[in-house]
């Protein structure tokens, strides 16, 4: 039975981020695997000042909350500052890229939906 979980955010492993990034990091701070998360899952991204996600696409959406740094957020042709305290909701099937503008690092939660709502 899942006990629920508090931790800090610096205690979860960050991973290097895969094709298309530069500069970039994952953590998977609240996932299905670990947590037993059913419905959704809590991410921390972490860009270094110049560093970029990959200019991707997918089938689900995911919500955005900005802790630290500056940056953008490319939507579709758009693109749209980032600081602190803001929100952004990227649609399903909207072609996005975030990249760090600061000179420190810029630093995300992402939320996603479960494996199981993926498709």
């Given at each position: 039975?899942?006990q ?18 530069a ?45 630290d ?6 939507l ?20 996005h ?14 939320f ?8």
């Amino acid at each position: 039975m899942n006990q629920g979980k508090v931790i800090h955010y610096s205690q979860v492993e960050a991973e290097v981020a895969g094709d298309g990034a530069a500069g970039a990091s994952i953590r998977w701070l609240i996932d299905e695997e670990h947590d037993g998360a059913r419905i959704f899952v809590m991410r921390m991204i972490e860009l270094e000042p110049g560093g970029y996600s990959p200019h991707h696409t997918h089938p689900y959406e995911h919500q955005n909350f900005v802790v630290d740094g500056h940056g953008e957020l490319r939507l579709g042709e758009e693109i749209r500052p980032l600081g602190p305290g803001d929100v952004a909701l990227v649609p399903a099937g909207l072609r996005h890229q975030y990249r760090n503008t600061g000179s420190t690092t810029l630093r995300f939660l992402c939320f996603i939906p479960a494996e199981k709502f993926r498709s």
